[in-house]
């Protein structure tokens, strides 16, 4: 490709659509597509979590997909977990102005398992690498598999910087600082009740 073009100064908007069809439906309702939509928030980069679309879906339906988008590229990380009931969960989308990445990479954990569920798409745009996540949840998911997902993220950005990019993480990381921060009925659960220690090594 390319290269990326400069950025004086970009707009990230950071997004839990938690059904991209559903939220894509609601923005042609209310602001007469996504075109407008964009053009009024100033984006230069949106990233969608839990979008919640299929390959197939995407395939088959351009206005979903974006593919058409005037100005703008869409880089996407469906879930492509093939175990029953999965299809169509998670998943992780990117939406830039033409001309603003170099490279996209919906593997970047290096994790067969892990990249599969479609919670991470890397996009470098030159001067940084954006990592757009949707982490696992901790009712959802083991401790431990949600605590090898964030040390693989960890790993993935490790490795951009060891390169010498800047390194940009947002997202929905279902991680709460404070337990004023946890919806009531929910526990905020410290590393050491996950661990058995106050630091697990290499956290």
Known sequence: RAPAR???????????????????????SHHSGLGAWLARHRADVVALQEVKAT????????AASCK?????????APCRDGRKGKAGFNGVATLCRAGLVRRADRAPLRDADLDAEGRCLATD?????LFNTYAPSGGATSPGRRM??????????????????????CGDLNVSRRAADVAPGWALLPLEDVWGSPRAPGL
């Open 148 to 169: 090898r997902f964030l040390r693989a993220l960890r790993a993935a950005m490790q490795r951009e910087r060891a390169a010498g990019k800047n390194v940009v993480l």
């Open 6 to 28: 400069a950025m004086p100064g970009l707009l990230l908007l950071s997004w839990n659509v938690a059904s991209w069809p559903t939220a894509l439906r609601c923005i042609d």
């Open 68 to 76: 058409h988008l005037e100005g703008w590229e869409a880089f996407w």
């Open 125 to 129: 745009h030159g001067t940084f690498v």
């Open 55 to 62: 390959a197939e879906r995407l395939e088959a339906d351009a």
